[in-house]
């Protein structure tokens, strides 16, 4: 027994040591597709549900890999954060967004997605002003979008963070809402200026009495805590006429556009009548 409870204490000893170096091996390839630029945003129209006008666009994370391609952030966004590389790639993408966001007309706003490992590094209000400032714009075109993770785990520093950054000016969004279990008891927690419903629920739209039922209440209780909604992944005309009866105030999915690399966007742009 005392020999097989070593070999099995060996044994796990091996798989650990296997995952360390998997897991730095990793941390090596990330921070190297970091340092050689192999890291692209997109971005992806928000249109207001009744007017149809572009008001803003969602950065989301490509990774153009030397040998597999473009490589989906499903896929690598789990990685980064096992390996707390979502914290520069993080400080990446926010500097950059804003950037490209400082040269789009002053009516454009930007979303960018934050990972819970991000609150924990205490410096985020911090990066988040120093963003703002090397790229010259204003906080109020500034969207943060995280998920109800943020709150789950060490909520009063990941609250207190919060807090700063909407003391900027820069707006907090809800992200995938209705698909945690507490999304709810969330609202409590935090002012949030905008709920992002899921695109579960939206997809269902035509087939399911119940989600309609769903997005209809989501948007009533939005109103009435003076938070908007904006409604993810509307794909069809149909799916549009729905959240917009219910009273979305925003839409985003391949109905109006695809995630588009930022030439396209400054293609789009062009085409842009300011307020
Ligand atoms: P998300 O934040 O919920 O972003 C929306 C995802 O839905 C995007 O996938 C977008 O391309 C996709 N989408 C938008 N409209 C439609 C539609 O009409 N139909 C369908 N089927 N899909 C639609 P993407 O770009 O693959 O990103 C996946 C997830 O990766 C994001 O989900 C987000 O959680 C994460 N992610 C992406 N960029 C970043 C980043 O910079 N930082 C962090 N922390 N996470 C990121
Ligand atoms: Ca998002
Ligand atoms: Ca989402
Ligand atoms: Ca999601």
């Given at each position: 027994a005392k020999a097989m409870g070593r070999g099995t204490f060996c044994f796990f000893e091996t798989v650990m040591d296997a995952d360390r170096q998997a897991r730095r091996d990793l941390e090596t390839v990330l921070q190297q597709a970091l340092e050689s630029n192999q890291f692209e945003l997109y971005y992806q129209p928000q249109v207001d549900t009744i007017t149809e006008q572009v008001v803003g666009f969602e950065a989301l994370l490509r990774w153009h890999?030397?040998?597999?391609?473009?490589?989906?952030?499903?896929?690598?966004?789990?990685?980064?954060?096992?390996?707390g590389m979502i914290v520069p790639i993080g400080e990446w993408v926010l500097r950059q967004a804003c950037k490209d966001a400082a040269s789009w007309p002053a009516d454009i706003g930007v979303a960018v997605?934050?990972?819970?490992?991000?609150?924990?590094?205490?410096?985020?209000?911090?990066?988040?002003?120093?963003?703002?400032?090397?790229?010259?714009?204003?906080?109020?075109?500034?969207?943060?979008?995280?998920t109800e993770s943020v709150l789950l785990t060490d909520n009063d520093t990941a609250l207190a963070t919060l807090h700063h950054i909407r003391s900027l000016g820069v707006r907090i969004?809800?992200?995938?809402?209705?698909?945690?279990?507490?999304?709810?008891?969330?609202?409590?927690?935090?002012?949030?200026?905008?709920?992002?419903?899921?695109?579960?629920?939206?997809?269902?739209?035509?087939?399911?009495?119940?989600?309609?039922?769903?997005?209809?209440?989501?948007?009533?209780?939005?109103?009435?805590?003076?938070?908007?909604?904006?409604?993810?992944?509307?794909?069809?005309?149909?799916?549009?006429?729905?959240?917009?009866?219910?009273?979305?105030?925003e839409i985003q999915g391949?109905?109006?556009?695809?995630?588009?690399?930022?030439?396209?966007?400054?293609?789009l742009l062009k085409r842009h009548s300011p307020e």
């Open positions: 890999h030397p040998e597999r391609g473009l490589v989906s952030p499903v896929e690598f966004i789990p990685l980064a954060e096992e390996t997605n934050l990972s819970p490992l991000q609150f924990k590094s205490q410096t985020l209000a911090h990066t988040v002003v120093s963003a703002l400032g090397d790229a010259g714009l204003p906080a109020s075109r500034l969207e943060l979008e995280i969004a809800m992200d995938d809402f209705g698909t945690g279990y507490s999304s709810l008891s969330y609202l409590r927690l935090f002012p949030f200026d905008k709920i992002k419903i899921d695109q579960s629920f939206i997809r269902e739209l035509g087939n399911s009495k119940d989600c309609a039922a769903i997005v209809k209440a989501v948007v009533d209780l939005g109103a009435s805590l003076g938070i908007t909604t904006t409604a993810e992944g509307v794909e069809t005309s149909d799916q549009l006429n729905r959240v917009r009866e219910q009273g979305c105030s391949y109905l109006f556009g695809k995630p588009l690399p930022i030439s396209s966007v400054h293609e």
